[in-house]
């Protein structure tokens, strides 16, 4: 997954166009009201004109949710902060107001509905913070764990071989058994992965919450990171095997 920031609301300027687009009124600085050009810190509606205000484009998922960057969040507070911000910019709310007020809100919508989806993953939440932490996780290959490799090329033929053999016969329902049971041992495996990953997620709330900007510290926090990197690798490989048996043997 691509670190992605939260999209900000104006279109490309060097775009031509023989119609004003009242978005491309918005003031470049978020740090300005677009209507009133008061000073925002970060607020969804400006304290002087009320209006509401986009969505900066260096805001990330959890800013955008108003939660900490936590990787053990609470999915009930999550939801209800969710909703509670997505009835701020219900389209219900914006029938009478201006072209551009009714546009942030649409684009806002947008925003906090991928912020959602997001965060509400474990998984998808690990691989974001990783992208805010690193700058990028599109760097992150799937890989085999080291002491499955041998036992994955022996599973690639097997599979293989049962693909090519008449599914009905002794044969291929001898096949047929053992992917099954190798991909209950590779679903089991998955799940010490996600187990170990959920406890790699308590160590890194604990480092953030201590606040510490020491060296020992900084060596935590790289060890960490690493960790959760090659876990989601290793991971998403396994997973990818697990899927494609599922699909060969239903």
């Not at 609301?9 to 978005?23: A, K, V």
């Not at 918005?26 to 986009?54: D, I, N, T």
Request: proline share 6%.
């Amino acid at each position: 997954m691509v670190y992605t920031p939260c999209p900000f609301l104006l279109m490309d300027n060097n775009q031509p166009s023989t119609h004003p687009d009242p978005r491309r009124q918005l003031q470049m600085a978020r740090s300005m009201c677009w209507h009133c050009q008061s000073e925002m810190s970060g607020e969804y509606f400006c304290e002087r004109c009320v209006k509401v205000q986009p969505v900066s484009k260096d805001t990330d998922y959890f800013s955008c949710l108003g939660v900490p960057r936590r990787l053990t969040l609470d999915p009930q507070k999550l939801e209800a902060k969710f909703y509670e911000l997505s009835r701020a910019f219900h389209p219900d709310f914006y029938q009478s107001k201006s072209p551009t007020e009714q546009t942030i809100s649409l684009s806002n919508a947008a925003v906090l509905n991928t912020a959602y989806r997001t965060l509400r993953d474990p998984i998808q939440r690990a691989e974001y913070l990783l992208g805010l932490e690193t700058g990028s996780v599109k760097d992150i290959r799937t890989s085999p764990p080291a002491d499955l490799f041998e036992e994955i090329l022996v599973l690639q033929d097997i599979l293989e071989e049962y693909r090519a053999s008449e599914h009905d016969s002794d044969e291929g329902r001898r096949l047929r058994d053992t992917l099954k049971t190798e991909q209950q041992a590779l679903e089991r495996r998955k799940e010490e992965m996600e187990s170990r990953l959920r406890e790699l997620f308590v160590d890194w709330d604990k480092l953030q919450d201590a606040g510490e900007a020491t060296s020992p510290a900084r060596v935590e926090r790289d060890r960490i990171l690493k960790q959760m990197r090659d876990l989601l690798s290793h991971r998403t490989y396994i997973n990818n095997i697990v899927n494609d048996l599922a699909a060969t043997i239903a």
